[in-house]
């Protein structure tokens, strides 16, 4: 019987953060309601309460979902190519791509603009750095290990690339033509990315 609730309770909560992400998404996060969320889910307002606060609550959760899917297609981008040391700038290149890949999505890009103001600024951005900065430091430093940068500390320089990452997923979730900025801005992350490594190994 525990065991039932607890599934029942899981059932209900996904089907509120399904429901939330989409009208988020597609409407806005200012335009949406609690009792459009609880309706589109198929469950009372109530039941919406027992789960999250309030909307800026189930917002908050919503977010964390999306992180942690863009945490899991970066890597999945990185690794296409297995794990030859010699590919591991591409591989970098690759988790960079995808990112700016998913700023296309409704779903990213209401992280991206809604995020901020919803969460506040230093709450999103601790949310984005939690699932962004140990990635980034753990690429940095296989490239440095790898012989393709030059050893130094990895924590202020994984910040400065997802400020970075940030700012060119801005750029793109905010354009009017989202695929012409995707163009634009990825050529340009590459060759900041690129400006950071040392000639490869063999080449010395």
Not at 34 to 59: M, N, P, Q, S, W
Not at 88 to 95: F, S, T, Y
Not at 143 to 153: I, K, R, T, Y
Request: proline residues 5%.
């Amino acid at each position: 019987m525990r065991r039932t609730q607890a599934e029942r309770r899981e059932t209900t909560r996904r089907a509120l953060l399904d429901a939330a992400r989409s009208l988020f998404a597609t409407e806005g996060y200012a335009a949406v309601g609690i009792e459009e969320v609880a309706r589109r889910a198929g469950v009372t307002r109530g039941a919406l309460y027992h789960h999250f606060r309030d909307k800026r609550d189930l917002f908050r959760a919503v977010a964390e979902g999306i992180e942690a899917e863009l945490d899991g297609m970066v890597e999945a981008a990185a690794r296409r190519d297995g794990s030859d040391p010699a590919d591991l700038p591409a591989q970098m290149a690759a988790g960079i791509d995808a990112f700016l890949d998913a700023c296309l999505r409704p779903e990213v890009r209401l992280l991206l603009l809604d995020g901020p103001s919803v969460l506040g600024w230093e709450a999103w951005h601790a949310l984005d750095a939690h699932h962004a900065l140990g990635q980034i430091e753990a690429g940095l430093g296989a490239l440095v290990a790898g012989g393709f940068m030059p050893a130094q500390p990895l924590r202020p320089l994984a910040h400065l690339i997802h400020g970075a990452t940030i700012e060119a997923g801005l750029y793109v979730a905010a354009a009017a033509d989202p695929d012409a900025a995707r163009a634009e801005i990825g050529g340009s992350l590459r060759a900041l990315f690129a400006g950071l490594l040392s000639p490869p190994p063999a080449a010395r």
